[in-house]
């Protein structure tokens, strides 16, 4: 059986519930799990250290605060006042786990679903969002990580371009599929409005709303926006129901055509603002 399953951010001890609550056996059932897997809840050295071993029966992706975590980790940021990252920091198998985060997806595709942690700009298909998840995934497993943290952070470009190259292209290809909520009708980054979707101001719209979207029609699931909330529609599944601000750690069972949603309450970690 297939799980997709949401923003763990750190607590493991939600995520083992859930595990247990589906009765998820690993030489017969597959995670899908939609990227921040670390920082803010209580426990992410032993989140990180339960999803490495599941080995092959889990397929992770990379959020925004797991790159954080590997900027802070090669010395390119500081932690933050709510980041909690202390105890991954200083674990004696730092390295192993650093160098196991790497080798972990920025966009996956299967069973029929597109998954990422954030979204995708209306210009990019398919296709395009899964080759510019590998050009990072390249240059995350690359000997240049250092170089490429240190040019990763920043919101410009704001609009992709085709023409894009080099460090421009990457860091928006990041920023989209780690960061991306409200777009403009043209495909322009907003990184200020962080509200749910009927929040929007004039002028913006959910990236999976937008007009002219190339993957309408492809089902999606991702993660990173919890003022969203729970979205279960044919084609799209929105799983970061808040479980480090005291909501739900969300799965949902992938079974032929048929899906089931299921949710295990979560201890609140951080206070939201």
């Known amino acids: 059986m297939d799980y997709l399953i949401g923003d763990l951010q750190g607590c493991c001890d939600a995520l083992d519930r859930l595990l247990a609550e589906v009765g998820f056996t690993p030489s017969r059932d597959h995670a899908y799990v939609l990227g921040d897997l670390v920082n803010r809840g ?10 490495q071993a599941l080995g092959p029966s889990a397929t992770c992706l990379l959020g925004n605060h797991d790159l954080h975590f590997l900027a802070v980790a090669h010395g390119v940021r500081r932690t933050g006042r709510q980041d909690t990252l ?18 972990q ?3 996956a595709h299967a069973r029929g679903w597109l998954m990422v942690h954030a979204g995708v700009v209306p210009q990019w298909s398919l296709a395009t969002t899964l080759q510019l998840a590998g050009e990072v995934e390249a240059r995350l497993r690359s000997q240049d990580l ?9 919101n410009r470009p704001a609009r992709w371009d085709d023409a894009l190259q080099g460090d421009d292209r990457l860091r928006f290809a990041v920023n989209t599929l780690t960061r991306i909520r409200f777009v403009e009708a043209d495909g322009t980054l907003d990184f200020d409005t962080k509200d749910g979707s009927a929040d929007a101001p004039p002028g913006l719209y959910p990236w999976f709303d937008a007009p002219g979207r ?3 029609g492809v089902p999606i699931a991702f993660g990173h926006w919890s003022t969203l909330g729970l ?14 601000w005291g909501g739900q750690l969300t799965a949902v069972r ?20």
């Open 42 to 51: 209580p426990a992410s050295l032993q989140t990180l250290r339960r999803l």
């Open 214 to 216: 190339q993957t309408e």
């Open 86 to 103: 202390d105890d991954l920091l200083a674990a004696p198998d730092r390295d192993a786990l650093v160098t196991w985060l790497r080798q």
């Open 146 to 154: 250092h170089d490429f943290l240190q040019v990763m952070y920043g």
């Open 254 to 273: 992938l079974d032929g055509d048929t899906r089931e949603v299921i949710q295990v309450e979560c201890e609140q970690a951080q206070k939201p603002g």
């Open 231 to 244: 979205v279960n529609r044919p084609d799209l599944l929105a799983l970061d129901t808040g479980c480090v």
């Open 105 to 107: 997806r920025m966009a």
